[in-house]
């Protein structure tokens, strides 16, 4: 996605887009969407505060009173640097031990898995920019983001850099407010609306502002005539589309995407009067996994393949509990009714840990529905011969591969976690076979391999 962004802190703060935008789900990105709401807002300025290191340092020197020194000892290095913070801005600046130059610029962050985060600016690569004729002044030309002193999430390489360049005229003066499809919002930090999710979902163009749904724009539709226990669910439109499967006992759900979790929860308790027994993410990509806090903390069970136990080990802060499987033990679990399982492979597409759901009667035979939940291998779409929203062929040969080894039948209904309300979210596994040309044998649900038999 191609846009131009200025922000700009202080009194009259906002962030606007004045050419393009940043999100995925727009049918045409190339529309200019003018101001930021205020949680985006919010983060692209402490964002923009991190990167002006020249600026930041100066604002740290004005605001001394706000300003603690400090060791900070990396827990993976074990080394101990110095450091200053700023309560007022939420950031330390971490010095290296040697040059005395910034290192790093941390900020904290309350993560829906991972609890209290850290997240760092590494700054490297140090060269002179010039100043005028004669003078020169040292600025870092690598910046890595690293979360938790462990994962790199960005590693930006910068091949020059000018001192105060010229720029056209009101070139930072935001739009009129004619032109931006949003009103001018000023920056908040919100508890519900974290700087971790803004962040990742900004990053990866999925951030459309605050989810004002309820539990009347819950949509519940059932993919088989024959499964009346098996639904498939969204709150408010199709982006993300959940399974959920009713036992005597209890509720399933595959995916957790955030706040619609809430929504669920209510919706669940008032309309079925069931207790939320497990949550089964598809992997952990946060739009798919970021809420299964909320459904653990009204006691469901997180089921996930083992690879990925670590992953989940904290959330709610720990009090968790994880149920696991294999390739060679699926997660199963099932009625006198209605039987789910959840089936991960070593190979798995998209992601180390992505699985996908299976339900059946408790007991299928050949004739039978079977219903399947794949969450971004393939998105369908319902109207005949269409190949999908968003799909990847490698991907879904890979999945046809493994789907063949548990003897999936092709004529299999398959729910995808993204949908579309003209194009529907089901369609026939036979299709997926057909736009990929794969040569996919007639099994029928009485053909299953994955984890023994079914009776």
Not at 165 to 185: H, I, T
Not at 367 to 390: I, T, Y
Request: proline share 6%; with cysteine.
């Amino acid at each position: 996605m191609n846009f131009s962004l200025v922000v700009q802190d202080g009194p009259d703060s906002y962030a606007c887009f004045v050419n393009g935008q940043n999100s995925f789900f727009v049918e045409d990105p190339t529309s200019t969407i003018g101001y930021a709401d205020a949680y985006l807002t919010e983060y692209l300025i402490h964002q923009a505060q991190q990167f002006a290191l020249p600026s930041l340092l100066e604002q740290f020197k004005k605001e001394n009173s706000s300003l603690e020194a400090m060791s900070v000892v990396e827990p993976v290095s074990n080394l101990t640097f110095d450091a200053v913070i700023n309560s007022e801005l939420g950031l330390s600046i971490i010095f290296d031990a040697t040059s005395h130059l910034p290192y790093m610029i941390r900020s904290h962050e309350s993560h829906a898995i991972f609890g209290n985060s850290t997240s760092d600016l590494i700054l490297s690569a140090w060269a002179p920019v010039k100043i005028g004729k004669n003078a020169t002044v040292l600025l870092p030309h690598r910046f890595q983001t690293l979360y938790n002193s462990i994962n790199i999430l960005e590693d930006v390489l910068i091949e020059s850099i000018t001192i105060n360049p010229d720029f056209p005229e009101n070139y930072f003066a935001g739009l009129p407010d004619s032109e931006s499809q949003m009103p001018k919002a000023k920056p908040q930090l919100s508890a519900e609306y974290t700087r971790a999710e803004v962040g990742e979902f900004y990053g990866t163009g999925l951030w459309t502002g605050p989810f004002n749904f309820n539990t009347s724009d819950v949509v519940v539709t059932s993919p088989s005539k024959t499964l009346p226990q098996v639904s498939s669910v969204y709150v408010g439109y199709p982006d993300y589309v959940q399974l959920m499967v009713e036992f005597d006992d209890g509720v399933l759900l595959t995916d957790a995407p955030p706040h619609r979790s809430i929504i669920l929860i209510d919706w669940i308790a008032t309309n079925i009067g069931k207790p939320i027994n497990y949550v089964v993410p598809s992997h952990h990509h946060h739009d798919h996994a970021y809420g299964v806090g909320d459904y653990v903390r009204m006691g469901a069970k997180l089921v996930v393949p083992e690879v990925a136990r670590d992953f989940y080990g904290k959330v709610n802060n720990g009090n968790v509990e994880i149920v696991t499987y294999n390739q060679t033990h699926p997660f199963v679990v099932r009625d006198e009714n209605v039987q789910f399982r959840s089936v991960w492979k070593d190979e798995a597409p998209h992601a180390r840990d992505w699985s996908y759901g299976i339900a059946t009667a408790a007991c299928p035979g050949k004739g039978d529905d079977v219903v399947v939940f794949n969450a971004d291998v393939w998105s369908p779409g319902a109207e005949s011969g269409a190949d999908g929203l968003r799909w990847d062929t490698g991907y879904a040969r890979q999945w046809l591969l493994g789907a063949v080894k548990d003897g999936l039948s092709a004529d299999a209904i398959v729910v995808g976690a993204h949908g579309s309300s003209s194009l529907g979210t089901t369609d026939a596994l036979q299709n997926l076979v057909n736009i990929t040309g794969f040569a996919y044998p007639p099994l029928t649900a009485g053909d299953w391999k994955a984890g023994g038999t079914f009776c």
